[in-house]
């Protein structure tokens, strides 16, 4: 579905500087792993940012601790929760990287992730806007669990990750593992940085940067993702997920940025899915607002039809 050439040019002459957002809440009894990870990082051009969003457990003392002994750090306690998206931006509009990493304190940089990255960035097009990779899943011991992105033939193959323009396979399919990302400046402040009426931003950055900025797979074990009860992607999908929202929200933003009949089609394939997963769960009101938005797309079916129809059902009535 991509155009995978990229441009490839010589490398710069001066490294460049990465920003390291790391965003903290709630994560103590991973954090210092999380900050061991940066420590050491073998690519030296870091401008380094703590961000705590308000946690409630010990993690602004460790955050405090390392600052003391990284001068060069930068450490940014809100006082109140203001959610990934705006405690992400009230930094990012602070640093001077020419590089973004949005790095969540409860997973694990590998210690030549950066220098990886970059790496690609510096022999890449100025049309490309983020670099992502492979990750490896661990639990809350630490323990392998498995690879985001598994050799071909291994069983349970997620889709292929895909370079070049991309905008078509962000909005059909699920293959970027958001903590590989490495994201270029330019784009960011293209896009005025993340939505912050959305509960979320990966969805969202990837619909919006791609439709003008090229992704490019990098494929090597650049960081280990963890999974556990209370991180975001645990919470998605669930019964009372705060998330669906934001997803239709990005959904109709998509809309008005598709301009091929693939991206449409892809489109399709994108709210037919939500659609099924907000009728799985009962969202009544999101299914009927989905349905609503399929039909401004392609033409429902009738599984979409009769989806729609028995969420009516259960429609409040008018007072």
């Excluded at 457990?57 to 601790?65: F, K, T, V, W």
């Excluded at 033939?153 to 323009?165: D, E, F, I, T, V």
């Excluded at 919006?208 to 074990?221: E, I, T």
């Amino acid at each position: 579905m991509s155009d995978s050439s990229v441009t490839l040019l010589p490398s710069a002459a001066t490294p460049p500087l990465v920003t390291i957002v790391a965003l903290c809440h709630n994560h103590a009894p991973f954090l210092r792993e999380a900050l061991d990870s940066i420590l050491a990082q073998t690519y030296p051009h870091l401008d380094v940012w703590l961000v705590d969003d308000a946690s409630t457990d010990g993690s602004p003392a460790i955050l405090r601790e390392y600052a003391a002994r990284q001068p060069g750090w930068h450490l940014l306690l809100l006082p109140e929760n203001v959610g990934n998206c705006r405690a992400f931006n009230q930094a990012f509009r602070q640093t001077r990287g020419e590089f973004v990493i949005d790095f969540a304190t409860d997973d694990v940089l590998l210690p030549e992730r950066i220098a990886q990255q970059v790496q690609v960035f510096q022999a890449a097009d100025a049309s490309v806007g983020m670099v992502y990779s492979n990750a490896e899943l661990i639990d809350e011991q630490s323990q392998l669990l498995g690879l985001h992105h598994r050799p071909d033939g291994a069983g349970g193959l997620r889709p292929r990750p895909a370079s070049g323009w991309v905008l078509a396979d962000v909005l059909a399919r699920y293959f970027i593992s958001t903590p590989t990302m490495l994201m270029r400046r330019a784009c960011l402040e293209a896009l005025g940085g993340y939505d912050e009426t959305l509960a979320y931003e990966d969805f969202d950055f990837w619909v919006r940067a791609s439709r003008d900025w090229q992704f490019v797979y990098l494929d090597a074990l650049t960081t280990r993702k963890r999974k556990h009860p209370r991180s975001m992607s645990a919470k998605a999908y669930q019964a009372h997920d705060p998330y669906l929202a934001s997803t239709i929200r990005v959904c109709e933003k998509a809309l008005a940025l598709v301009r091929t009949p693939e991206e449409r089609a892809a489109l399709a394939i994108r709210v037919r899915w939500e659609l099924r997963q907000a009728a799985r769960r009962r969202r009544h009101a999101e299914v009927r607002a989905l349905y609503e938005l399929l039909r401004r797309v392609a033409r429902p079916g009738l599984p979409e039809r009769a989806l729609a129809g028995w969420s009516g059902l259960f429609a409040p009535s008018a007072s």
